[in-house]
């Protein structure tokens, strides 16, 4: 999550504390000594089981492509539910892409989550989503809209911040996407590309039993009573719909390596001027120019899949945390955790200082100061790496020391055989606050083939957090952000980490 939507939480638990409001106590699961096998097999899933053919998709162009795919050959229904739509050539053209299929007649829902629809990030993108809302076959939902939910302030005020950070693509009940990436030029670009340019992870995924899983998530956030029901504006001075469909074939017509849309074939007036500007911005990414010759799927083998589910603040269901907690303790070798923001609840430490205690390894791949987009998260790990180390002695610490290498990926690896992949952060707001969504994969092939991504990501240029104890436990020597962040940031970062009473919301 970027530092600004963050900041929009601090700022609502200020608010909060003045009028009285108190934390929550943390979840606390009882230990669980079932093996891994038996700790999947107990999780609970609505509808029925089978096989599932699931690829991991970690490169930025493949995971655009595959996004891009999806809907174009979407026939029937297409459902999906962002956390962010970017204001870009990526976000504009996706809108003008679902244009595209509701003039099919295909039907759609589509939600973005009701803080983020009027940051920065999606200006002027409200006036272009509203007019696809009057198709009479797309439907549009904002979640948990703050003009809805402004009296949960008097008595949980993280039902205000409880966000939508699902992101969530259904096409035709058959193939589904879920991970970490929003909509957005940070998501599909490389490095050198854009300013930003996110390490990320999704699974894309082909058959009934989990699509209705992820159907079921969706329709439980969407059918929520403070969401806002987008509706077309009732006087428009500019052709949104012109802007995005114009979007849509200039995206469209690049990543079939035909080059650029040749504005020469366009009347003067805005929109010629808006054609060069999407030319100019779209050439910037050399990488998705080969749309034609990507294949969804490649031989991918059947895998059990369950699609895990959590509602946010404002919802009963926890189906990840616990689910997390038993995969830790029914671990027995090795737990990697990839995870950008790493803000360890009470429960989660508990959980994998047990680990340790078995000789259970334990690597943590985050970020640092130096790749992350937000630095509370970094603010209070830098509280809590020593800690962690001295407690947990089987434990390693691993950072992304530039923004050429910054983390946005969510992976869990147990033993290499269960592997956990989707939107949820290893931090208080997606344990508490939002609604998050991930896919546990039971199959050894493919959860060594995230285990070897991992750790070959780490093996890039990554930094390691290190500590030297005495024979009583004490350290001696240690090597950590003291070492290797600037100045500045540093601190900023002292005055952050002083701020505990933020925490739950980081």
Request: hydrophobic share 40%; charged share 25%; proline share 3%.
């Amino acid at each position: 999550m970027n530092k600004s939507i963050r900041s929009l939480f601090c700022i609502l638990a200020v608010f909060c504390m003045l009028t009285g409001s108190a934390f929550a106590a943390a979840y606390r699961p009882f230990p669980d000594n079932r093996s891994l096998s038996e700790v999947f097999d107990g999780v609970r899933v609505d509808g029925s089981y089978a096989q599932t053919r699931i690829r991991l998709i970690t490169a930025n162009d493949e995971a655009w492509y595959s996004r891009w795919k999806m809907v174009e050959e979407a026939r029937e229904t297409i459902d999906c539910t962002y956390f962010i739509i970017d204001k870009d050539i990526f976000g504009q053209a996706f809108i003008g892409l679902l244009l595209k299929k509701a003039r099919q007649g295909v039907r759609i829902r589509l939600m973005v989550d009701g803080r983020v629809y009027r940051m920065p990030y999606m200006s002027k993108m409200p006036d272009k989503v509203e007019e696809l809302a009057a198709f009479p076959n797309v439907q549009i939902k904002l979640y948990n809209s703050i003009r809805k939910s402004l009296v949960s302030v008097f008595n949980d005020y993280k039902k205000i911040a409880a966000s939508n950070h699902d992101k969530i693509i259904i096409c035709d009940s058959m193939v589904s996407i879920i991970g970490g990436r929003n909509i957005g030029a940070d998501y599909f670009a490389q490095n050198g590309e854009n300013d930003i340019v996110y390490n990320d992870s999704d699974v894309l995924m082909q058959g009934r039993h989990v699509a209705g899983q992820l159907k079921k998530a969706f329709d439980d956030e969407w059918k929520f009573n403070r969401n806002l029901v987008v509706k077309a504006d009732t006087i428009n001075f500019k052709d949104q719909l012109a802007r995005v469909e114009l979007a849509y074939r200039v995206m469209s017509r690049y990543m079939q390596g035909r080059g650029l849309y040749d504005s020469e074939k366009m009347n003067e007036g805005k929109l010629k001027a808006e054609l060069i500007a999407m030319n100019k911005e779209i050439s910037a990414y050399k990488n998705i120019s080969s749309l034609t010759s990507f294949q969804m799927f490649r031989g991918e083998r059947e895998k059990q899949v369950k699609i895990l589910d959590k509602h946010s603040r404002t919802g009963p269901l926890n189906g990840i945390t616990p689910a997390l907690t038993r995969m830790i303790d029914a671990s027995r070798h090795e737990i990697i955790i990839q995870n950008p923001y790493l803000v360890i609840t009470e429960a989660a430490e508990s959980a994998l200082k047990r680990a340790a205690d078995r000789g259970v390894s334990i690597i943590f791949h985050t970020n640092s100061a130096e790749s992350t987009d937000s630095l509370f998260p970094q603010a209070f790990l830098m509280n809590d790496w020593k800690r962690l180390l001295q407690t947990m002695p089987t434990a390693r610490i691993f950072v992304a020391p530039s923004q050429n290498e910054r983390l946005h990926a969510k992976m869990f690896v147990f033993d290499g055989t269960v592997a956990v992949v989707g939107s949820y952060n290893m931090d208080p707001l997606s344990e508490d606050i939002n609604s998050e969504v991930v896919a546990a994969i039971h199959d050894k092939p493919f959860a060594q083939m995230t285990r070897l991504r991992i750790l070959r990501l780490i093996e890039k240029k990554n930094i390691e957090y290190r500590i030297e104890v005495d024979a009583n436990g004490r350290i001696i020597k240690a090597y950590g952000p003291e070492d290797h962040v600037n100045e500045k940031t540093l601190k900023k970062m002292n005055l952050m980490r002083k701020l505990q009473w933020l925490r739950p919301l980081i």
